[in-house]
């Protein structure tokens, strides 16, 4: 019976230590991947918070990641970054409102993301009727969104990250 017993706890030691190893991966993979759709390294920056509200069979949903960039200085951004204030065409997507049971609210008030950011964003276009992955000209004439959106806070060195996929 001992013998039971041992062998239960070191399995179950096993399986959380194999968990914690799967998570912390993936959450180093998704500061990655969101450093690689906006073209920066975030490999010295560090993960807040986070929401993923994807789900079901099509994958439709939301995508929010908080990041925070203490050590880094954004002199100079690639130059598919652009300077704030958002374009009209992202200006209408991000202060469009969702409603749960609750209430309805916009993506600054959904994330706490400060609506007078001093900064740039950066803007992806996944759509498959996407002309420019950069270019949101279009982005409200269709029936879908499937977009990336970084908003940088220069002096909070603050990366708000958010996809939005329908």
Do not use: Q
């Not at 914690?20 to 180093?28: D, E, G, Q, R, S």
């Not at 920056?45 to 995508?63: A, N, Q, R």
């Not at 598919?80 to 009209?88: G, H, Q, T």
């Amino acid at each position: 019976m001992l013998k039971k017993k041992k062998s239960f706890i070191i399995v179950t030691i096993i399986l959380v230590v194999i968990l914690i190893l799967i998570c912390a991966i993936l959450f180093k993979d998704n500061k990655k991947r969101i450093g690689k759709n906006i073209e920066l390294d975030l490999s010295s920056c560090k993960i807040v918070s986070s929401k993923d509200t994807h789900s079901g069979f099509l994958g439709d949903g939301e995508y929010f990641v908080k990041v925070e960039c203490k050590k880094l200085e954004f002199k100079s951004l690639p130059e598919n970054w652009k300077e704030l204030p958002l374009s009209e065409e992202l200006s209408n997507i991000t202060n469009m409102e969702s409603c749960d049971d609750k209430s309805c609210k916009n993506i600054y008030d959904r994330y706490s993301i400060p609506k007078d950011i001093e900064g740039s964003y950066y803007f992806l276009d996944r759509h498959t009727e996407s002309i420019s992955i950069h270019d949101d000209s279009n982005l409200n004439n269709r029936s879908s969104y499937n977009f990336s959106l970084a908003l940088l806070d220069k002096k909070k060195k603050t990366i708000y990250y958010y996809e939005l996929d329908t």
